[in-house]
Nanobody, 119 residues
Framework: QLHLAESGGGLVQAGGSLTLSCAAS????????MAWYRQAPGKQRELVAI???????NYADSVKGRFTISRDNAMNTMWLQMNSLKSEDTAVYYC?????????????WGQGTQVTVSS
């Protein structure tokens, strides 16, 4: 069983910053890709940023230049630094992890953390 603990959401004014974190723990596993998704009310869940095991990131066009994804493989932890926040960034943000173990591969989701940007 892989457990993902998210933290860092909250309320911030437009133009402000927040940092989300996601820490993985549980049975012996190897984490492959880690990613942040978000889902706004009435909208589909969308990929925000993804980072592979080598630390190579990719971003949705809507957040390029404003958000930075990073990870520490030794700590099994990922972060999302969000700067210049806009009202349209308001959503529930979810951590997603693709991992593997002797039992096979799996993907897991965090519980979600609310980010609200006031204009």
């Amino acid at each position: 069983q892989l457990h993902l603990a998210e933290s860092g959401g909250g309320l911030v004014q437009a133009g402000g910053s927040l940092t989300l974190s996601c820490a993985a723990s549980g049975s012996p596993f190897t984490i492959n890709t880690m990613a942040w998704y978000r889902q706004a009310p009435g909208k589909q869940r969308e990929l925000v940023a993804i980072i592979d095991a080598g630390g190579n990131p990719n971003y949705a066009d809507s957040v390029k230049g404003r958000f930075t994804i990073s990870r520490d493989n030794a700590m099994n932890t990922m972060w999302l630094q969000m700067n210049s926040l806009k009202s349209e960034d308001t959503a529930v943000y979810y951590c997603h992890v693709l991992s593997s173990s002797v039992l096979g591969s799996r993907n897991d989701w965090g519980q979600g953390t609310q980010v609200t940007v006031s204009s």
